[in-house]
T-cell receptor, first 110, second 113 residues
Framework: TQLLEQSPQFLSIQEGENLTVYCNSSSVFSSLQWYRQEPGEGPVLLVTVVTGGEVKKLKRLTFQFGDARKDSSLHITAAQPGDTGLYLCAGLSYGQNFVFGPGTRLSVLP | DTGVSQDPRHKITKRGQNVTFRCDPISEHNRLYWYRQTLGQGPEFLTYFQNEAQLEKSRLLSDRFSAERPKGSFSTLEIQRTEQGDSAMYLC???????????FGQGTRLTVV
């Protein structure tokens, strides 16, 4: 069974602070996605990373895929209250099924 | 195309009743996935289709659950004899076969009372 772990599970920070969220697995994935989910809504795609070592930037968000394609990180610079939400990582297995981590719940206080 | 659409958004049902949810994927996407998400957890895989073929089913999908995608377009998920433990958000996603990106609908929140 492929498992994705995320850390931390909960994070509460002040506006303007930086943070990093981690997604780890013992399995290799062909690609990895990051989503943000708000209460009562479906996950919204933020980014897909495909190549080992790949780094993608989306405004204040920086995503990195590990060299071995088993782990990833999401770094947010100067967090804002609008960044509040549940951050989910999902790995696409070679069996073509998306496996999700449990999520990191981020709260950014004004 | 407005993305993945799910109906209804909310469903409250009494224990023992049957419920059916519908998912309309992005039109050119041939893969369709169903997930279940309980409060405070990440989505758990239930099943997925490529066109009309159901290619994988999770052990979470008990005999009371059935999913169909008869013409390779929309899909339905039926839960028979609902139990309180079935209360959750049911999420549908679609993607292109071989593609690495899944797009989700807004989900159907089921409450079994």
């Amino acid at each position: 069974t492929q498992l994705l772990e995320q850390s931390p599970q909960f994070l509460s920070i002040q506006e303007g602070e930086n943070l990093t969220v981690y997604c780890n697995s013992s399995s290799v994935f062909s690609s990895l996605q990051w989503y943000r989910q708000e209460p009562g809504e479906g996950p919204v795609l933020l980014v897909t990373v495909v190549t080992g070592g790949e780094v993608k930037k989306l405004k204040r968000l920086t995503f990195q895929f590990g060299d071995a394609r088993k782990d990833s990180s999401l770094h947010i610079t100067a967090a804002q209250p609008g960044d509040t939400g549940l951050y989910l990582c999902a790995g696409l297995s070679y069996g073509q099924n998306f496996v999700f981590g449990p999520g990191t719940r981020l709260s950014v206080l004004p | 195309d407005t993305g993945v659409s799910q109906d209804p958004r909310h469903k409250i049902t009494k224990r023992g009743q049957n419920v059916t949810f519908r998912c309309d994927p992005i039109s050119e996407h041939n893969r369709l996935y169903w997930y279940r998400q309980t409060l405070g957890q990440g989505p758990e895989f239930l099943t997925y289709f490529q066109n009309e073929a159901q290619l994988e089913k999770s052990r979470l999908l008990s005999d009371r659950f059935s999913a169909e995608r008869p013409k390779g377009s929309f899909s339905t998920l039926e839960i028979q004899r609902t139990e309180q433990g079935d209360s959750a958000m049911y999420l549908c996603a679609s993607s292109l076969a071989g593609g690495g990106v899944a797009f989700f609908g807004q989900g159907t929140r089921l409450t079994v009372v």
